[in-house]
């Protein structure tokens, strides 16, 4: 079946780093754009960057800009988010979502895994 | 970057309730706005995608409406397993942006 599976959490040191993935299967990976999204203990959801299909385009929240990157390796079916310079505030669930859109239209993320925690802290 | 802030924050209705969620930008975003459904402990799912599209095996109590800079989610019959917090995001604009959410409670 359709599913997406992070991995990669757990508890870093502040100004360390760490690398997510997310494992595709059941659909075909690179016709997909991904996303990052986290949630925060008590907060809201916050988008974290996106992916286009073919790897190209990426653009990042303003909050991660320059410490996170986003890629994928569609001959691997795996989604990757690299976090460097980690601070207590990156503390959090981080899920993968697809997204059917296209660099013209994203339209949402219609298939998410179940998320990795993150926990930045000494 | 686009804020959106939904009203109301906080709602408490009982099964059978119509229930109304706003979810305005700070800028127009034509109609690239994503409804979603968190329950705890569980991941985000899609409702709604451009403003008014039901996303498939989604109720159709279920619906979206507006374009530009104000938007709603409507329940028609609010049923127990829709007790949630709902999110509203942007696609239109980088940085994409989500909502604050709103939690919809047992009365």
């Known amino acids: 079946q359709v599913q997406l599976v992070e991995s990669g959490g757990g508890v870093v040191q502040p100004g360390r780093s760490l690398r997510l993935s997310c494992a595709a299967s059941?659909?075909?990976?690179?016709?997909?754009?991904l996303h990052w999204v986290r949630r925060a203990p008590g907060k809201g959801l916050e988008w974290v960057a996106i992916i286009s299909d073919d790897g190209n385009n990426k653009y990042y929240a303003g909050s991660v800009e320059g410490r996170f990157t986003i890629s994928r390796d569609n001959s691997k079916n795996t989604l990757y988010l690299q976090m460097n310079s980690l601070r207590a505030e990156d503390t959090a669930v981080y899920y993968c979502?697809?997204?059917?859109?296209?660099?013209?239209?994203?339209?949402?993320?219609?298939?998410w895994g179940q998320g990795t925690t993150v926990t930045v802290s000494s | 970057d686009i804020q959106l802030t939904q009203s109301p924050s906080f709602l408490s209705a009982s099964v059978g309730d119509r229930v109304t969620i706003t979810c305005r930008a700070s800028q127009g975003i034509s109609s690239y706005l994503a409804w979603y459904q968190q329950k705890p402990g569980k991941a985000p799912s899609l409702l709604i995608y451009v403003a008014s599209t039901l996303q498939s095996g989604v109720p159709s109590r279920f619906s979206g409406s507006g374009s530009g800079t104000e938007f709603t989610l409507t329940i028609s019959s609010l049923q127990p397993e829709d007790f949630a917090t709902y999110y509203c995001q942007q696609l239109n604009i980088y940085p994409f942006t989500f909502g604050p959410g709103t939690k919809v409670d047992i009365k």
């Open positions: 979502g697809r997204d059917p859109g296209s660099a013209y239209a994203y339209y949402g993320m219609d298939v």
């Open positions: 059941g659909f075909t990976f690179s016709s997909y754009a």
